[in-house]
């Protein structure tokens, strides 16, 4: 194994979580973990939720009636009861898949769905988009909406998406056939990245160190198929193979972006491991200005609402996209910290201003809700005129 694949940041991390631990009130730091990552106990973070506003309040009153269509089993599905309970208005939930519903009573009742689509299976993966296009057809306001979910836990689509907007990348490659993925490798130096079309937290992820290597696992992805973390045990990916560049020694931040708030920190990768998906682990230290505003002309110009970009900066300082998810893990109660204290972005007149709080109470889904009501207001509001 190369000096290259054995990278290890252990003492700066374990050193860096320590004190960032002691600023931020966290109960417990395990050394080789993000605490919050790693435990996401609310208890941990009593100190902090009484220290800090919650943003937006307990028993706000949201004036437009939303829905929120997700399977029982989903991940978001405790943090949506919470919610219903955290507003003063009522949030109706529906399991798309267990219940039966129709447009025309969405269409009657709601001014807008909150979808969570299903991915544990492709074939319900394209029931959900299916659901999403007929909700838009008959103009019922989703969020995400059509194209935010048409790139969730897709990297195929999203690379396709990515290269057609010409966005900087890594070096990206899908191949639907053995004979061409072997024949492309040509085009790839090693080391270079395998990819499943989805899953997080770095599954299904490979590292390919050589031809020897390569040449197994195109042969072997082609003939067997990969089951994905979390899937279910027949619905196997296959037929095709997604190839990208490793490069070493960036910097990856996750930019995220909730209605008109913005939130950043910068991931580090685990103990010996070059990856960084996946890790747990992060530094909270705020990207510089330039990251942000890389993200917000991707978003500003294709109309993005609600999306998490991962983004790498090479050591020449060049930015690239790296991954693009509108539903993402984000258990920890605030997404970006500056000196210690928990906040967010806001762009007002070509400045980012910094605005303390806590953001993302309940995984995030209380300010996906509020943000969804003010989005509502606006599209009516814009229709008046």
Avoid at 89 to 106: G, R, T
Avoid at 156 to 170: D, G, K, M, V
Avoid at 231 to 246: S, T, V
Avoid at 301 to 321: A, H, P, Q, R, Y
Wanted: hydrophobic letters at 35%.
């Amino acid at each position: 194994m190369s000096d290259l694949i054995k990278i290890s940041r252990r003492n700066k991390i374990v050193a860096y979580l320590k004190e960032k631990g002691k600023k931020l009130g966290i109960k417990r730091i395990n050394a080789a973990k993000d605490a919050w990552a790693a435990n996401k106990d609310e208890k941990n973070f009593t100190e902090l939720l009484n220290r800090y506003s919650l943003y937006p309040s307990q028993g706000t009153m949201l004036n437009k009636k939303i829905c929120l269509m997700l399977p029982k089993d989903s991940l978001t599905y405790k943090a949506a009861l919470k919610a219903n309970s955290f507003f003063k208005s009522k949030i109706d939930m529906i399991d798309p898949f267990a219940e039966k519903w129709s447009v025309n009573k969405i269409k009657e009742e709601y001014d807008g769905v909150i979808y969570r689509p299903e991915f544990k299976s492709n074939y319900l993966r394209q029931v959900s988009n299916d659901h999403i296009e007929l909700l838009e057809l008959f103009n019922i306001p989703v969020w995400p909406n059509k194209q935010e979910n048409y790139l969730y836990e897709s990297k195929c689509r999203a690379s396709q998406y990515l290269e057609s907007l010409n966005i900087p990348t890594p070096k990206t490659i899908v191949k639907y056939t053995e004979a061409g993925a072997i024949e492309c490798l040509q085009q790839m130096d090693f080391p270079f990245i395998i990819k499943t079309n989805t899953g997080a937290s770095s599954s299904g992820v490979f590292l390919i160190k050589n031809n020897k290597e390569a040449y197994k696992s195109i042969r072997y992805l082609f003939a067997n198929g990969f089951l994905r973390q979390g899937a279910y045990r027949r619905d196997l990916d296959y037929g095709y193979i997604y190839l990208q560049e490793f490069i070493p020694d960036v910097r990856e931040y996750r930019i995220i972006k909730v209605g008109e708030n913005w939130f950043g920190h910068e991931k580090l990768g685990k103990d010996g491991s070059v990856l960084y998906s996946g890790s747990g682990v992060n530094s909270w230290e705020i990207p510089s200005k330039s990251v942000f505003e890389f993200c917000y002309n991707i978003a500003h110009s294709n109309k993005i609402n609600v999306m998490s970009f991962d983004v790498f900066e090479t050591k020449c300082g060049k930015l690239l996209i790296n991954e693009l998810q509108t539903w993402f893990g984000s258990y920890n109660p605030s997404q970006m910290y500056k000196d210690g204290i928990p906040g967010r972005f806001i762009k007002q007149e070509d400045e980012w201003r910094f605005e303390e709080g806590i953001f993302n109470y309940n995984q995030g889904l209380n300010l996906r809700i509020f943000e969804f009501g003010r989005y509502l207001n606006d599209i009516e509001g814009a229709g008046k005129q």
